[in-house]
């Protein structure tokens, strides 16, 4: 059974940091392509980040600079760091896994951020 488990989430205020992480588990970490998305009320779900099986980082033009992506293939474990943290990163965000040779892709349950002060 393949699980995608998201924590780190909380209340921080502008400004703050937060690091999520995303344990998975029943698949072979290393073939996939994993990923963090978010989405706040009302709108859809939009990427985040992005982290290939070798380690290219892809960032949404709203984190650059501020959300790291990283992985640890000997954890299975993906992380995202947020730095100077804004009202608008309020959101659930979600990990996000692809097998990079099937294509076939699962999603975790959420975790929700809200920046506020």
């Known amino acids: 059974q393949v699980q995608l488990v998201e924590s780190g989430g909380g209340l921080v205020q502008p400004g703050g940091s937060l690091r999520l992480s995303c344990v998975a588990s029943g698949i072979a970490f290393s073939i996939y392509a994993m990923g963090w998305y978010r989405q706040a009320p009302g709108k859809q779900r939009e990427l985040v980040a992005t982290i290939t099986r070798a380690g290219s980082t892809n960032y949404a033009d709203s984190g650059k600079g501020r959300f790291t992506i990283s992985r640890d293939n000997a954890k299975n474990t993906v992380y995202l760091q947020m730095n100077s943290l804004k009202p608008e990163d309020t959101a659930v965000y979600y990990c996000?896994?692809?097998?990079?040779?099937?294509?076939?892709?699962?999603w975790g349950q959420g975790t929700q951020v809200t920046v506020s002060s």
């Open positions: 996000h896994a692809r097998n990079v040779l099937s294509n076939r892709d699962y």
